[in-house]
Protein backbone atom coordinates (compact mmCIF):
# COMPACT_ATOMS: atom_id res chain seq x y z
CA UNK A 1 0.00 0.00 0.00
CA UNK A 2 1.06 3.44 -1.27
CA UNK A 3 1.51 6.04 1.58
CA UNK A 4 -1.04 8.30 -0.05
CA UNK A 5 -3.46 5.57 -0.30
CA UNK A 6 -3.41 4.56 3.36
CA UNK A 7 -3.73 8.53 3.92
CA UNK A 8 -6.94 8.83 2.02
CA UNK A 9 -8.22 6.03 3.78
CA UNK A 10 -7.81 7.12 7.54
CA UNK A 11 -9.05 10.35 6.86
CA UNK A 12 -12.01 9.17 5.20
CA UNK A 13 -14.71 9.62 7.06
CA UNK A 14 -16.03 6.23 8.47
CA UNK A 15 -19.65 4.99 8.59
CA UNK A 16 -21.40 5.70 11.74
CA UNK A 17 -22.10 2.52 14.18
CA UNK A 18 -19.45 1.13 14.10
CA UNK A 19 -17.20 -0.98 17.12
CA UNK A 20 -14.26 0.96 18.44
CA UNK A 21 -11.18 -1.09 18.12
CA UNK A 22 -8.32 0.26 20.69
CA UNK A 23 -4.61 -0.45 20.28
CA UNK A 24 -1.70 0.79 22.20
CA UNK A 25 1.30 0.28 19.48
CA UNK A 26 4.68 0.24 21.87
CA UNK A 27 7.68 0.72 20.11
CA UNK A 28 11.16 2.67 21.00
CA UNK A 29 11.16 4.70 17.93
CA UNK A 30 8.45 7.43 16.56
CA UNK A 31 5.26 5.44 14.91
CA UNK A 32 5.24 7.88 12.35
CA UNK A 33 4.40 6.45 8.99
CA UNK A 34 3.86 2.78 10.75
CA UNK A 35 0.52 3.92 12.81
CA UNK A 36 -0.71 5.45 9.35
CA UNK A 37 -0.58 1.63 7.71
CA UNK A 38 -1.67 -0.10 10.33
CA UNK A 39 -4.80 2.00 10.60
CA UNK A 40 -4.82 2.04 7.10
CA UNK A 41 -4.70 -1.96 7.01
CA UNK A 42 -7.71 -2.42 9.83
CA UNK A 43 -9.87 -0.06 7.89
CA UNK A 44 -9.67 -2.17 5.11
CA UNK A 45 -9.51 -6.00 6.61
CA UNK A 46 -12.01 -5.15 9.08
CA UNK A 47 -14.42 -2.85 7.66
CA UNK A 48 -16.89 -3.24 11.14
CA UNK A 49 -15.03 -1.41 13.59
CA UNK A 50 -12.89 1.84 13.80
CA UNK A 51 -9.34 1.30 15.04
CA UNK A 52 -8.10 3.67 17.43
CA UNK A 53 -4.29 4.06 17.70
CA UNK A 54 -2.67 5.42 20.23
CA UNK A 55 1.26 5.29 21.06
CA UNK A 56 3.38 4.98 23.50
CA UNK A 57 6.58 7.29 24.96
CA UNK A 58 9.11 7.82 22.74
CA UNK A 59 12.43 5.73 23.78
CA UNK A 60 10.76 3.33 26.82
CA UNK A 61 9.20 -0.01 25.23
CA UNK A 62 9.61 -1.70 28.75
CA UNK A 63 8.15 1.27 30.42
CA UNK A 64 5.47 1.47 27.95
CA UNK A 65 4.18 -2.63 28.73
CA UNK A 66 5.24 -1.95 32.01
CA UNK A 67 2.77 0.71 32.89
CA UNK A 68 -0.03 -0.80 30.59
CA UNK A 69 -3.26 -1.59 31.92
CA UNK A 70 -6.32 -3.54 30.10
CA UNK A 71 -8.51 -1.23 30.29
CA UNK A 72 -6.85 1.36 28.12
CA UNK A 73 -7.19 -0.88 24.92
CA UNK A 74 -8.29 -3.98 23.49
CA UNK A 75 -5.12 -5.13 21.61
CA UNK A 76 -1.31 -3.76 22.64
CA UNK A 77 1.15 -4.46 19.61
CA UNK A 78 4.98 -4.49 20.59
CA UNK A 79 7.67 -3.33 18.13
CA UNK A 80 10.68 -4.17 19.46
CA UNK A 81 13.87 -3.22 17.92
CA UNK A 82 17.17 -3.99 18.74
CA UNK A 83 17.31 -1.11 20.15
CA UNK A 84 15.25 -1.35 22.78
CA UNK A 85 16.92 -4.07 23.99
CA UNK A 86 20.22 -1.99 24.55
CA UNK A 87 20.45 1.92 22.73
CA UNK A 88 23.55 0.98 21.49
CA UNK A 89 22.31 -1.14 19.08
CA UNK A 90 20.54 1.52 17.14
CA UNK A 91 22.59 4.78 15.51
CA UNK A 92 21.03 7.37 17.49
CA UNK A 93 23.01 6.49 21.21
CA UNK A 94 26.60 6.47 21.12
CA UNK A 95 28.17 4.52 24.01
CA UNK A 96 30.87 2.31 21.88
CA UNK A 97 31.34 -0.62 20.26
CA UNK A 98 34.77 -1.79 21.72
CA UNK A 99 34.45 -5.66 22.49
CA UNK A 100 34.48 -4.91 26.08
CA UNK A 101 31.51 -2.89 25.35
CA UNK A 102 29.62 -5.24 23.50
CA UNK A 103 29.77 -7.73 25.75
CA UNK A 104 28.07 -5.10 28.39
CA UNK A 105 25.58 -4.61 25.62
CA UNK A 106 24.84 -8.49 25.39
CA UNK A 107 24.25 -8.78 29.20
CA UNK A 108 22.32 -5.35 28.95
CA UNK A 109 20.07 -7.16 26.23
CA UNK A 110 19.73 -9.94 28.60
CA UNK A 111 18.64 -7.99 31.37
CA UNK A 112 16.18 -6.06 28.77
CA UNK A 113 14.99 -9.44 27.32
CA UNK A 114 13.86 -10.78 31.16
CA UNK A 115 12.05 -7.93 31.85
CA UNK A 116 9.92 -7.62 28.68
CA UNK A 117 9.46 -11.52 28.62
CA UNK A 118 7.40 -10.67 32.75
CA UNK A 119 5.93 -7.89 31.25
CA UNK A 120 4.25 -9.57 28.04
CA UNK A 121 3.19 -12.39 30.14
CA UNK A 122 1.79 -10.25 32.67
CA UNK A 123 0.27 -8.28 30.05
CA UNK A 124 -1.59 -10.71 28.00
CA UNK A 125 -3.54 -12.73 30.54
CA UNK A 126 -6.27 -9.66 30.46
CA UNK A 127 -5.05 -8.55 26.58
CA UNK A 128 -4.40 -10.28 23.36
CA UNK A 129 -0.60 -9.23 22.88
CA UNK A 130 0.93 -8.83 19.17
CA UNK A 131 4.92 -9.13 19.33
CA UNK A 132 7.14 -8.19 16.42
CA UNK A 133 10.60 -9.37 17.03
CA UNK A 134 13.67 -7.20 15.44
CA UNK A 135 13.40 -6.50 11.93
CA UNK A 136 15.87 -4.26 10.72
CA UNK A 137 19.42 -5.24 10.76
CA UNK A 138 22.29 -4.92 13.96
CA UNK A 139 24.61 -2.27 13.78
CA UNK A 140 28.37 -2.53 11.86
CA UNK A 141 29.55 -3.20 15.54
CA UNK A 142 31.34 -6.17 15.55
CA UNK A 143 34.88 -7.49 14.34
CA UNK A 144 34.46 -10.25 12.02
CA UNK A 145 33.32 -9.01 8.41
CA UNK A 146 30.02 -8.99 6.83
CA UNK A 147 29.65 -12.41 5.68
CA UNK A 148 30.76 -13.93 9.12
CA UNK A 149 28.45 -14.21 12.09
CA UNK A 150 30.59 -12.65 15.36
CA UNK A 151 30.02 -14.55 18.77
CA UNK A 152 28.04 -11.51 20.05
CA UNK A 153 25.85 -11.17 17.19
CA UNK A 154 24.72 -14.67 17.66
CA UNK A 155 24.37 -14.20 21.52
CA UNK A 156 22.11 -11.05 20.56
CA UNK A 157 20.19 -13.48 18.44
CA UNK A 158 19.93 -16.23 20.66
CA UNK A 159 18.38 -14.12 23.31
CA UNK A 160 15.99 -12.75 20.82
CA UNK A 161 15.09 -16.20 20.22
CA UNK A 162 15.11 -17.50 24.04
CA UNK A 163 12.82 -14.78 24.48
CA UNK A 164 10.10 -15.05 21.33
CA UNK A 165 10.13 -19.22 21.96
CA UNK A 166 9.38 -18.47 26.11
CA UNK A 167 6.37 -16.36 25.12
CA UNK A 168 5.21 -18.32 21.97
CA UNK A 169 3.54 -20.22 25.26
CA UNK A 170 1.27 -17.71 26.36
CA UNK A 171 -2.24 -18.41 24.66
CA UNK A 172 -2.68 -13.98 24.91
CA UNK A 173 0.54 -13.56 22.69
CA UNK A 174 1.07 -13.90 18.92
CA UNK A 175 4.24 -13.54 17.09
CA UNK A 176 4.65 -12.38 14.14
CA UNK A 177 6.49 -14.68 11.84
CA UNK A 178 9.90 -13.61 10.69
CA UNK A 179 9.91 -15.42 7.70
CA UNK A 180 6.35 -13.76 6.44
CA UNK A 181 7.99 -10.40 7.01
CA UNK A 182 10.85 -11.09 4.82
CA UNK A 183 9.06 -12.11 1.97
CA UNK A 184 7.29 -8.99 1.50
CA UNK A 185 10.10 -6.77 3.29
CA UNK A 186 13.78 -7.31 1.66
CA UNK A 187 15.98 -7.09 4.66
CA UNK A 188 18.01 -4.91 2.58
CA UNK A 189 15.62 -2.20 1.93
CA UNK A 190 13.77 -1.84 5.79
CA UNK A 191 16.37 0.36 7.13
CA UNK A 192 15.88 4.43 5.89
CA UNK A 193 18.91 5.74 8.58
CA UNK A 194 17.95 9.35 7.30
CA UNK A 195 14.52 9.25 8.62
CA UNK A 196 16.22 7.52 11.77
CA UNK A 197 18.40 10.52 12.15
CA UNK A 198 15.77 12.96 11.34
CA UNK A 199 12.84 12.01 13.07
CA UNK A 200 13.23 9.03 14.96
CA UNK A 201 11.40 6.77 12.34
CA UNK A 202 13.94 4.13 11.10
CA UNK A 203 11.81 2.18 8.79
CA UNK A 204 11.35 3.13 5.04
CA UNK A 205 7.88 3.34 3.68
CA UNK A 206 7.96 0.05 2.00
CA UNK A 207 9.32 -1.70 5.20
CA UNK A 208 6.61 0.04 7.04
CA UNK A 209 3.85 -0.63 4.67
CA UNK A 210 4.40 -4.68 5.07
CA UNK A 211 4.80 -4.26 9.16
CA UNK A 212 1.44 -2.14 8.78
CA UNK A 213 -0.21 -5.18 6.85
CA UNK A 214 0.94 -8.00 8.71
CA UNK A 215 0.14 -6.34 11.77
CA UNK A 216 -2.99 -5.80 10.98
CA UNK A 217 -3.97 -9.25 9.64
CA UNK A 218 -2.50 -10.37 13.43
CA UNK A 219 -5.07 -8.72 14.46
CA UNK A 220 -7.76 -9.48 12.33
CA UNK A 221 -7.00 -13.47 13.30
CA UNK A 222 -9.61 -14.69 10.73
CA UNK A 223 -11.58 -17.64 12.06
CA UNK A 224 -9.96 -21.30 10.23
CA UNK A 225 -11.99 -23.39 7.77
CA UNK A 226 -12.91 -26.21 9.24
CA UNK A 227 -12.76 -28.80 6.33
CA UNK A 228 -11.03 -30.00 3.01
CA UNK A 229 -12.35 -31.91 0.31
CA UNK A 230 -10.00 -33.48 -1.80
CA UNK A 231 -9.64 -35.65 -5.39
CA UNK A 232 -7.25 -38.69 -5.07
CA UNK A 233 -6.28 -39.25 -8.88
CA UNK A 234 -3.31 -36.40 -9.57
CA UNK A 235 -3.97 -34.87 -6.34
CA UNK A 236 -3.38 -37.02 -3.66
CA UNK A 237 -1.35 -39.72 -5.95
CA UNK A 238 0.01 -38.87 -9.49
CA UNK A 239 -1.98 -41.28 -12.23
CA UNK A 240 -4.95 -42.78 -12.97
CA UNK A 241 -5.82 -45.48 -9.94
CA UNK A 242 -8.32 -47.12 -12.83
CA UNK A 243 -5.87 -47.02 -15.37
CA UNK A 244 -2.47 -47.70 -13.99
CA UNK A 245 -3.28 -49.94 -11.10
CA UNK A 246 -2.71 -49.62 -7.49
CA UNK A 247 1.58 -50.14 -8.17
CA UNK A 248 1.28 -47.71 -10.62
CA UNK A 249 0.19 -44.94 -8.90
CA UNK A 250 3.59 -43.11 -7.07
CA UNK A 251 4.29 -40.42 -5.37
CA UNK A 252 8.34 -40.44 -5.07
CA UNK A 253 11.46 -38.25 -6.61
CA UNK A 254 11.62 -41.60 -8.42
CA UNK A 255 8.46 -41.02 -10.40
CA UNK A 256 9.09 -37.23 -10.46
CA UNK A 257 5.89 -37.23 -8.52
CA UNK A 258 6.86 -36.26 -4.66
CA UNK A 259 4.86 -32.96 -4.49
CA UNK A 260 2.02 -35.40 -4.31
CA UNK A 261 4.08 -37.15 -1.78
CA UNK A 262 3.86 -33.31 -0.03
CA UNK A 263 0.58 -33.33 -0.53
CA UNK A 264 -0.43 -36.20 1.35
CA UNK A 265 1.95 -35.22 4.28
CA UNK A 266 0.46 -31.90 4.59
CA UNK A 267 -3.25 -33.14 4.59
CA UNK A 268 -2.25 -36.01 7.11
CA UNK A 269 -0.58 -32.96 9.47
CA UNK A 270 -4.08 -31.02 8.28
CA UNK A 271 -6.09 -34.33 9.84
CA UNK A 272 -3.98 -34.51 13.44
CA UNK A 273 -4.58 -30.89 14.09
CA UNK A 274 -8.77 -31.75 13.33
CA UNK A 275 -9.19 -30.16 9.78
CA UNK A 276 -11.42 -32.87 8.58
CA UNK A 277 -10.56 -34.62 5.46
CA UNK A 278 -13.11 -36.02 3.02
CA UNK A 279 -12.50 -37.74 -0.46
CA UNK A 280 -14.35 -37.05 -3.40
CA UNK A 281 -13.73 -38.96 -6.25
CA UNK A 282 -14.89 -40.66 -9.61
CA UNK A 283 -13.46 -44.37 -8.89
CA UNK A 284 -13.71 -47.57 -8.30
CA UNK A 285 -14.16 -48.04 -4.33
CA UNK A 286 -12.12 -51.65 -4.25
CA UNK A 287 -9.44 -50.01 -5.79
CA UNK A 288 -8.97 -47.19 -3.72
CA UNK A 289 -9.00 -49.51 -0.93
CA UNK A 290 -6.41 -51.21 -1.81
CA UNK A 291 -4.62 -47.75 -2.72
CA UNK A 292 -5.07 -47.16 1.25
CA UNK A 293 -3.52 -50.09 1.88
CA UNK A 294 0.28 -49.47 0.44
CA UNK A 295 2.35 -49.33 3.57
CA UNK A 296 3.69 -46.30 2.11
CA UNK A 297 0.55 -44.09 2.02
CA UNK A 298 1.28 -41.14 4.13
CA UNK A 299 -2.08 -40.51 4.55
CA UNK A 300 -3.98 -42.73 6.62
CA UNK A 301 -7.84 -43.94 5.73
CA UNK A 302 -8.22 -43.17 9.61
CA UNK A 303 -7.72 -39.94 8.59
CA UNK A 304 -10.38 -39.49 5.88
CA UNK A 305 -14.07 -39.41 6.51
CA UNK A 306 -16.13 -39.87 4.40
CA UNK A 307 -14.78 -41.47 1.60
CA UNK A 308 -17.30 -40.38 -1.59
CA UNK A 309 -16.23 -42.97 -3.86
CA UNK A 310 -18.22 -43.72 -7.48
CA UNK A 311 -19.13 -42.07 -10.73
CA UNK A 312 -21.78 -40.12 -9.65
CA UNK A 313 -21.25 -36.01 -9.80
CA UNK A 314 -18.59 -34.00 -7.67
CA UNK A 315 -21.64 -32.16 -6.78
CA UNK A 316 -23.28 -34.81 -4.68
CA UNK A 317 -20.13 -35.94 -3.35
CA UNK A 318 -19.84 -32.67 -1.97
CA UNK A 319 -22.99 -32.53 -0.52
CA UNK A 320 -23.09 -35.98 0.70
CA UNK A 321 -19.97 -35.00 2.60
CA UNK A 322 -21.35 -31.20 3.84
CA UNK A 323 -24.29 -33.44 5.47
CA UNK A 324 -22.02 -35.67 7.00
CA UNK A 325 -19.90 -33.19 8.91
CA UNK A 326 -23.24 -30.73 9.23
CA UNK A 327 -21.13 -27.63 8.57
CA UNK A 328 -21.65 -24.86 5.91
CA UNK A 329 -19.67 -24.94 2.56
CA UNK A 330 -18.11 -21.45 3.45
CA UNK A 331 -15.81 -23.42 6.18
CA UNK A 332 -14.31 -25.66 3.15
CA UNK A 333 -11.92 -25.90 1.04
CA UNK A 334 -12.43 -28.06 -2.36
CA UNK A 335 -9.45 -29.65 -4.54
CA UNK A 336 -9.26 -31.15 -8.19
CA UNK A 337 -6.90 -31.38 -10.68
CA UNK A 338 -9.82 -30.76 -13.14
CA UNK A 339 -11.08 -26.87 -13.94
CA UNK A 340 -13.90 -28.68 -15.34
CA UNK A 341 -14.35 -30.33 -11.75
CA UNK A 342 -13.64 -27.43 -9.67
CA UNK A 343 -15.97 -25.17 -11.56
CA UNK A 344 -18.76 -27.15 -11.18
CA UNK A 345 -18.64 -27.36 -8.01
CA UNK A 346 -17.73 -23.95 -7.26
CA UNK A 347 -20.76 -23.03 -8.98
CA UNK A 348 -22.88 -25.03 -7.41
CA UNK A 349 -21.49 -23.98 -3.82
CA UNK A 350 -20.56 -20.51 -4.41
CA UNK A 351 -19.85 -19.74 -0.81
CA UNK A 352 -16.55 -22.68 -0.75
CA UNK A 353 -13.06 -21.94 -1.39
CA UNK A 354 -12.11 -24.30 -4.50
CA UNK A 355 -8.72 -24.79 -5.91
CA UNK A 356 -7.38 -26.55 -8.64
CA UNK A 357 -4.27 -29.03 -7.74
CA UNK A 358 -1.40 -27.70 -10.14
CA UNK A 359 -0.33 -31.28 -11.02
CA UNK A 360 2.11 -30.48 -13.60
CA UNK A 361 3.79 -26.87 -11.37
CA UNK A 362 6.34 -28.08 -8.13
CA UNK A 363 6.08 -24.77 -7.33
CA UNK A 364 2.64 -23.68 -7.64
CA UNK A 365 1.65 -27.07 -5.80
CA UNK A 366 4.01 -25.37 -2.77
CA UNK A 367 2.33 -22.66 -3.05
CA UNK A 368 -0.95 -24.23 -2.64
CA UNK A 369 -0.06 -25.52 0.55
CA UNK A 370 1.18 -22.34 1.88
CA UNK A 371 -2.19 -20.63 0.99
CA UNK A 372 -3.58 -24.39 3.30
CA UNK A 373 -1.61 -23.43 5.90
CA UNK A 374 -3.02 -19.92 6.28
CA UNK A 375 -6.53 -20.73 5.78
CA UNK A 376 -6.42 -23.46 8.48
CA UNK A 377 -3.89 -22.56 10.68
CA UNK A 378 -5.01 -21.84 14.80
CA UNK A 379 -3.45 -20.25 17.00
CA UNK A 380 -3.08 -23.20 19.64
CA UNK A 381 -4.52 -26.83 19.44
CA UNK A 382 -7.27 -27.98 21.62
CA UNK A 383 -8.03 -31.47 22.97
CA UNK A 384 -11.77 -30.47 21.37
CA UNK A 385 -9.89 -30.41 17.99
CA UNK A 386 -7.99 -33.91 18.33
CA UNK A 387 -11.74 -35.28 18.75
CA UNK A 388 -13.04 -33.59 16.17
CA UNK A 389 -12.84 -36.45 13.73
CA UNK A 390 -13.66 -39.62 16.11
CA UNK A 391 -16.97 -37.60 17.29
CA UNK A 392 -17.86 -36.86 13.36
CA UNK A 393 -17.51 -40.44 13.23
CA UNK A 394 -19.40 -41.28 16.72
CA UNK A 395 -22.38 -39.05 15.43
CA UNK A 396 -22.40 -41.26 12.27
CA UNK A 397 -23.13 -44.33 14.93
CA UNK A 398 -25.43 -42.47 16.56
CA UNK A 399 -27.33 -42.20 13.94
CA UNK A 400 -27.25 -45.10 12.39
CA UNK A 401 -28.08 -46.90 16.12
CA UNK A 402 -30.88 -44.46 17.03
CA UNK A 403 -32.80 -44.88 13.75
CA UNK A 404 -34.17 -41.41 13.39
CA UNK A 405 -31.56 -38.52 13.68
CA UNK A 406 -33.96 -36.02 14.96
CA UNK A 407 -35.84 -37.79 17.41
CA UNK A 408 -34.31 -40.52 19.15
CA UNK A 409 -36.16 -42.68 21.28
CA UNK A 410 -36.23 -42.69 24.98
CA UNK A 411 -35.05 -46.30 25.09
CA UNK A 412 -32.20 -45.11 22.77
CA UNK A 413 -30.97 -42.24 24.68
CA UNK A 414 -31.89 -44.50 27.96
CA UNK A 415 -28.56 -47.18 26.96
CA UNK A 416 -26.42 -44.58 25.34
CA UNK A 417 -24.72 -44.17 28.71
CA UNK A 418 -24.69 -40.36 28.08
CA UNK A 419 -22.46 -38.39 31.06
CA UNK A 420 -22.32 -34.44 31.05
CA UNK A 421 -19.56 -32.49 32.70
CA UNK A 422 -20.96 -28.89 33.90
CA UNK A 423 -18.36 -26.54 35.00
CA UNK A 424 -19.85 -23.24 36.76
CA UNK A 425 -17.73 -19.98 37.01
CA UNK A 426 -15.36 -16.71 36.44
CA UNK A 427 -12.61 -18.31 33.59
CA UNK A 428 -12.85 -20.49 30.85
CA UNK A 429 -10.40 -21.54 28.41
CA UNK A 430 -9.49 -20.81 24.49
CA UNK A 431 -12.19 -23.34 23.47
CA UNK A 432 -15.10 -21.82 24.87
CA UNK A 433 -14.35 -18.25 22.93
CA UNK A 434 -14.20 -20.11 20.04
CA UNK A 435 -17.59 -21.98 19.77
CA UNK A 436 -18.86 -18.55 20.91
CA UNK A 437 -17.66 -16.88 17.70
CA UNK A 438 -17.87 -19.98 15.14
CA UNK A 439 -21.31 -21.44 15.75
CA UNK A 440 -24.26 -20.72 13.94
CA UNK A 441 -27.06 -23.18 13.50
CA UNK A 442 -27.56 -23.51 17.65
CA UNK A 443 -26.58 -19.95 18.27
CA UNK A 444 -28.94 -17.98 20.74
CA UNK A 445 -28.63 -14.56 18.62
CA UNK A 446 -25.13 -14.67 16.42
CA UNK A 447 -23.62 -12.27 19.05
CA UNK A 448 -19.67 -12.53 18.65
CA UNK A 449 -16.80 -11.01 21.16
CA UNK A 450 -13.63 -9.67 20.57
CA UNK A 451 -10.89 -11.52 22.85
CA UNK A 452 -10.58 -8.25 25.19
CA UNK A 453 -14.53 -8.01 25.33
CA UNK A 454 -14.93 -11.83 26.03
CA UNK A 455 -11.87 -11.29 28.39
CA UNK A 456 -13.72 -8.59 30.67
CA UNK A 457 -17.22 -10.39 30.49
CA UNK A 458 -15.94 -13.70 31.59
CA UNK A 459 -13.69 -11.88 34.92
CA UNK A 460 -16.97 -9.80 35.86
CA UNK A 461 -18.06 -11.65 39.27
CA UNK A 462 -21.73 -11.18 38.03
CA UNK A 463 -21.42 -13.32 34.78
CA UNK A 464 -22.34 -16.59 35.24
CA UNK A 465 -19.89 -18.43 32.34
CA UNK A 466 -21.52 -22.35 31.79
CA UNK A 467 -19.02 -24.36 30.03
CA UNK A 468 -20.79 -28.14 28.66
CA UNK A 469 -18.31 -31.71 27.83
CA UNK A 470 -20.40 -34.50 26.90
CA UNK A 471 -19.47 -38.06 26.36
CA UNK A 472 -21.66 -41.52 26.34
CA UNK A 473 -20.71 -44.79 24.97
CA UNK A 474 -20.03 -44.16 21.55
CA UNK A 475 -17.42 -41.80 22.62
CA UNK A 476 -16.41 -38.44 23.65
CA UNK A 477 -17.24 -34.60 22.22
CA UNK A 478 -15.32 -32.51 24.18
CA UNK A 479 -16.55 -29.04 25.10
CA UNK A 480 -19.92 -28.23 22.68
CA UNK A 481 -21.25 -25.44 24.74
CA UNK A 482 -21.22 -22.59 26.66
CA UNK A 483 -23.75 -20.16 28.40
CA UNK A 484 -23.06 -17.00 29.75
CA UNK A 485 -25.75 -14.52 31.40
CA UNK A 486 -26.16 -12.71 34.56
CA UNK A 487 -28.22 -13.28 37.51
CA UNK A 488 -31.06 -10.76 38.57
CA UNK A 489 -32.29 -12.14 42.00
CA UNK A 490 -34.63 -15.93 40.87
CA UNK A 491 -34.12 -15.07 37.06
CA UNK A 492 -30.75 -15.95 35.04
CA UNK A 493 -30.26 -13.42 31.78
CA UNK A 494 -28.54 -15.27 29.03
CA UNK A 495 -26.93 -13.19 26.83
CA UNK A 496 -25.07 -16.08 24.72
CA UNK A 497 -26.04 -19.28 24.11
CA UNK A 498 -23.97 -21.51 21.47
CA UNK A 499 -24.01 -26.01 21.29
CA UNK A 500 -21.71 -27.73 18.61
CA UNK A 501 -23.71 -29.00 15.81
CA UNK A 502 -22.19 -32.23 16.70
CA UNK A 503 -24.01 -32.24 19.81
CA UNK A 504 -27.65 -32.37 18.41
CA UNK A 505 -30.40 -34.76 19.20
CA UNK A 506 -29.39 -35.65 22.54
CA UNK A 507 -31.30 -33.10 24.43
CA UNK A 508 -28.22 -31.78 26.50
CA UNK A 509 -29.84 -28.21 25.28
CA UNK A 510 -32.71 -29.43 27.81
CA UNK A 511 -30.30 -30.48 30.44
CA UNK A 512 -28.50 -27.09 30.56
CA UNK A 513 -31.72 -25.39 31.04
CA UNK A 514 -32.49 -27.80 33.87
CA UNK A 515 -29.22 -27.04 35.23
CA UNK A 516 -30.01 -23.20 34.95
CA UNK A 517 -33.27 -24.07 36.89
CA UNK A 518 -32.37 -26.00 39.29
CA UNK A 519 -28.04 -25.75 40.44
CA UNK A 520 -28.70 -21.99 40.57
CA UNK A 521 -32.27 -21.96 41.91
CA UNK A 522 -33.88 -19.36 39.64
CA UNK A 523 -37.52 -19.34 38.78
CA UNK A 524 -36.99 -17.83 35.00
CA UNK A 525 -34.91 -17.72 32.52
CA UNK A 526 -34.79 -14.72 30.28
CA UNK A 527 -33.25 -14.71 26.69
CA UNK A 528 -31.51 -12.26 24.60
CA UNK A 529 -32.77 -13.99 21.61
CA UNK A 530 -32.06 -12.54 17.93
CA UNK A 531 -33.17 -14.68 14.97
CA UNK A 532 -30.10 -15.01 12.17
CA UNK A 533 -30.03 -16.66 8.91
CA UNK A 534 -28.75 -19.87 10.22
CA UNK A 535 -29.69 -20.27 13.51
CA UNK A 536 -32.75 -22.23 12.81
CA UNK A 537 -32.11 -25.07 14.89
CA UNK A 538 -31.98 -22.82 17.94
CA UNK A 539 -35.28 -21.21 16.95
CA UNK A 540 -36.83 -24.90 16.37
CA UNK A 541 -35.73 -25.74 19.87
CA UNK A 542 -36.59 -22.46 21.62
CA UNK A 543 -40.39 -22.93 20.27
CA UNK A 544 -40.46 -25.96 21.95
CA UNK A 545 -39.80 -25.40 25.38
CA UNK A 546 -41.11 -21.84 25.59
CA UNK A 547 -43.77 -21.65 23.12
CA UNK A 548 -44.25 -20.69 19.41
CA UNK A 549 -43.80 -17.07 19.80
CA UNK A 550 -40.32 -15.71 19.91
CA UNK A 551 -40.80 -12.24 20.37
CA UNK A 552 -38.56 -10.14 22.43
CA UNK A 553 -38.13 -10.60 25.40
CA UNK A 554 -38.72 -14.59 25.57
CA UNK A 555 -39.22 -15.72 28.87
CA UNK A 556 -39.04 -19.46 30.21
CA UNK A 557 -40.48 -20.13 33.78
CA UNK A 558 -39.30 -23.58 35.85
CA UNK A 559 -43.25 -24.40 35.67
CA UNK A 560 -43.17 -24.30 31.73
CA UNK A 561 -40.05 -25.71 30.98
CA UNK A 562 -40.83 -28.71 33.30
CA UNK A 563 -44.30 -29.19 31.15
CA UNK A 564 -42.32 -29.35 27.94
CA UNK A 565 -39.07 -30.59 28.28
CA UNK A 566 -38.85 -34.03 27.81
CA UNK A 567 -37.41 -37.49 29.89
CA UNK A 568 -33.83 -36.66 30.09
CA UNK A 569 -31.43 -39.53 31.41
CA UNK A 570 -27.93 -38.03 31.57
CA UNK A 571 -25.45 -38.52 34.09
CA UNK A 572 -24.79 -35.00 35.62
CA UNK A 573 -21.15 -33.97 37.25
CA UNK A 574 -20.85 -30.32 38.02
CA UNK A 575 -17.57 -28.52 38.99
CA UNK A 576 -17.87 -24.90 40.32
CA UNK A 577 -15.10 -22.34 40.32
CA UNK A 578 -14.69 -19.54 42.60
Not at 108 to 133: P, W, Y
Not at 190 to 218: C, K, Q, V, W
Not at 537 to 559: C, I, W
Request: glycine share 6%.
Amino acid sequence: MKLIKALKIVQSPPPGGLRRLRILLACGFTPLHLQTFLQANLRVLMPNVLPEIKAGVFGDLIGNIEKFKSSEADFLIVALEWSDLDPRLGIRRLGGWRPQQLSDIAICAESAAKRIRSALEIVSRDTTTILSMPTLPLPPAFATRLIQSSPQELQLHRIAGQLCESLSASPGIRILNSQAMAEISSPASRYDINSDLLSGFPYSLSHASATGELLARMIENRTPLKGLITDLDDTIWSGILGEDGVEGISWNLDRHSQMHGVYQQFISSLAATGVLIGVASKNNVSLVQEAFERKDLLLSQEDVFPFEVHWSSKIESVGRILRAWNISADSIVFIDDSPAEVAEVQTAFPEMICRVFPKSDSAAILALLRDLRDLFGKPVITEEDMLRLRSIRTAGAWRSESGAPQTPSDEFLRSAEARIFFECGYRSDNRAFELVNKTNQFNLNGRRYSESDWRRLISDPSEVLLTVTYEDKFGALGKIAVLLGKRRGDEVHLQTWVMSCRAFSRRIEHQCLRFLFVELGVNRIIFEFAPTARNGPFQDFLKSVAGPSLEAPVSLTKDTFSENAPELFHRIEVNVNA
